[in-house]
């Protein structure tokens, strides 16, 4: 069969017209199909199919209209020309057949030079529509097999970029994407030490490319938070690893918020997101702008992650977002706009929660149409209570597999001790030991206990009694920036034993400093053993966790070296106590 040879279907209740029809087309180079009337018509359409079909108006049993309906009906999205063999001429018959399906007409007698030409013009509109009925298969297919592939690779990235702790009773967040993936990402980590880290970004684009570099960053915020970095320690591992990764032109627009619910205290970087803002009882909302560029922009020697410091206590609240809820528009195309959360946030009654005064505004405004952007917004309120508890390690074959009896020790010196935290490392070589991994929250306290004390207290000589007050908390913070700086000849020494026991194990930590000590004799905390709990304390809170957790704390020389001990045990085993004498508050236990 020749490119223009086309297969044709006529039907003329007269013999002779439907002859002299079929042998011209026949002639033309066309396959042609003939039938008597309307029906047969369609029935022949139905079993054989055609190209175009000609019909004539007015035959018995079931005239050309009705047939050019069912033929119509038949055909589905495919193009079938329908021509109407006529030597009708009233204006409203001829509209009727047009209304029924009809294409064109062909008058009696015909013309063969006009024939052709009819044929030809809807042989090139049926082929052209076919193309592009094709090239729509194409794309739906595609479009199919993109978001198949999108679907697959969120499912991915959800095992890798889980839900943390966004379900804690303490957070709301609120994530409109426009696509399965997109630009704006959320992950939430409690710490070991009983805080929580929070990462909201905002990459450039929509869709899968903006989302490229959303897999690297969770890995590395849950890897790290896990591991107890701090969010300074994380943001630099993230830009880091998004200058290498991602396209010129391509960056991450981030806030970093790290908390701590023991000291009351919160610490936010905010690199090109809008303003955040911290609500704190009995003053006004205060505002916590970008200070920093995007991350993936500037290379790791030029990056700063030093988070600022504020004290917070039970009861605030931070609020967090991306610039798609500035860009949420109005019917009449105007922006929410920074100006809009100020508003509201203004408005703001008594007992109304940030999140829900700004979500509600953000609805009002525009009237809960499609969202411009990828939107997110996010509030954390401040609880009376340490943190929220890492996730058991699965797998845990055996709580006594692994090293038992092991000796180390780790020096910090110089200007290290302002560069590098040792806490992460000093908690992995804890956490060789399988029964310990199930408490690394409590020995990470341990840890950064004794590390901050020895730090900010025994070498930096900063005094507890500034974080009383908002000013004094802010001047402690920017103290001990600078006096890190000026470190020069100090250092910290860990000095970790651990030992495998009948019903566990026992852990001693000795941390030095190089520092002049304090008098730890005459401390209050030293003199009192109650508990944790018994008053708004603010100074002394590290020993008073020292003093619960371990089984003694002992302090040696000018008050520069402190020991702990810290015993584990089974969940079988009996306490630990049973056959051996209970220690002495404060004193050795060998």
């Not at 003329?12 to 042998?23: E, G, Q, V, Y």
């Not at 007409?105 to 030079?113: D, G, H, M, Q, V």
């Not at 909201?200 to 590395?220: K, N, Q």
């Not at 880091?240 to 023991?262: H, N, S, T, W, Y």
Request: hydrophobic share 40%.
């Amino acid at each position: 069969m020749t490119p223009s040879c086309l297969r044709i279907l006529i039907a003329d209740d007269s013999d002779s017209d439907r002859l002299i029809l079929k042998t011209l087309l026949c002639r033309l180079g066309h396959r042609v199909q003939a039938a008597r009337d309307g029906a047969e018509a369609v029935e022949l359409f139905r079993r054989e199919g055609a190209d175009l079909v000609l019909l004539d108006a007015l035959m018995p049993r079931m005239d050309g209209m009705e047939a050019a309906r069912e033929i119509k009906s038949l055909a589905g999205d495919r193009l079938v020309p329908v021509i109407f063999l006529t030597s009708l001429s009233d204006a409203e018959d001829l509209a009727r057949c047009l209304a029924s399906g009809g294409d064109d007409f062909l008058t009696k007698p015909y013309n063969r030079i006009i024939l052709d030409a009819k044929l030809k013009a809807f042989d090139r509109m049926r082929r052209m529509h076919e193309a592009l009925a094709e090239q729509h298969a194409l794309a739906r297919e595609r479009n199919r097999q993109l978001l198949d592939e999108q679907t697959t690779a969120r499912r991915v990235f959800d095992n890798v970029a889980h839900t943390g702790c966004l379900d804690a009773a303490n957070i709301r967040y609120h994530a409109s994407p426009l696509s399965i993936f997109n630009g704006d990402v959320l992950f939430a980590s409690p710490r070991p030490d009983g805080g929580l880290l929070v990462f909201l970004g905002d990459f450039t684009g929509h869709g899968l490319p903006a989302a490229m570099g959303a897999m690297p960053v969770a890995e590395i915020f849950y890897g790290m938070a896990a591991k107890g970095f701090s969010g300074a320690d994380v943001l630099r591992e993230i830009n880091q690893k998004l200058k290498r990764i991602l396209p010129i032109g391509m960056f991450c627009c981030g806030a970093m918020l790290e908390v701590d619910f023991k000291a009351g205290q919160i610490g936010i970087w905010n690199g090109g997101l809008p303003e955040g803002w911290l609500f704190r009882a009995g003053a006004s909302p205060r505002p916590l702008p970008s200070r920093h560029l995007p991350l993936g922009i500037l290379p790791p020697e030029q990056f700063r992650a030093d988070l600022t410091a504020y004290p917070a206590s039970t009861g605030d609240t931070v609020l967090l977002m991306t610039d798609g809820v500035l860009e949420c528009q109005a019917s009449d195309g105007t922006l929410f706009g920074e100006a809009g959360v100020r508003r509201c946030l203004r408005r703001r009654q008594q007992g109304e929660h940030p999140f829900d005064v700004v979500f509600q505004a953000m609805a009002d405004f525009s009237h809960r149409a499609r969202e411009a952007d990828d939107l997110t917004l996010f509030s954390l309120d401040m609880i009376d209570r340490t943190g929220l508890a890492l996730r058991p390690e699965p797998g845990e074959s055996s709580a006594l597999s692994g090293p038992s009896e092991w000796r180390c020790e780790y020096e910090v010196r110089g200007s290290t001790l302002a560069e590098f935290n040792p806490l992460p490392l000093l908690l992995h070589i804890c956490m060789e030991v399988p029964g310990l991994r199930a408490r690394s929250g409590e020995v990470y306290l341990l840890l950064s206990e004794l590390y901050n004390n020895a730090l900010e207290h025994g070498i930096l000589r900063l005094p507890s009694d500034w974080k009383r007050s908002p000013d004094g908390f802010g001047q402690y913070y920017r103290e001990r920036q600078r006096r890190l700086a000026e470190v020069s000849d100090h250092g910290i020494v860990f000095r970790l034993h651990h030992a495998r026991k009948p019903w566990g194990g026992r852990l001693r930590v000795t941390c030095e400093d190089t520092g002049d000590g304090f008098d730890h004799a005459n401390h209050p905390v030293a003199r009192d053993s109650g508990p944790v709990g018994d008053g708004p304390r603010y100074a002394g809170r590290g020993l008073m966790l020292l003093k619960r957790l371990a089984r003694t704390v002992t302090f040696h020389g000018r008050g520069n070296c402190v020991e702990i001990v810290y015993d584990w045990r089974l969940p079988s085993a009996p306490s630990i106590t049973d056959g051996c004498p209970p220690p002495a508050a404060g004193g050795r236990d060998d």
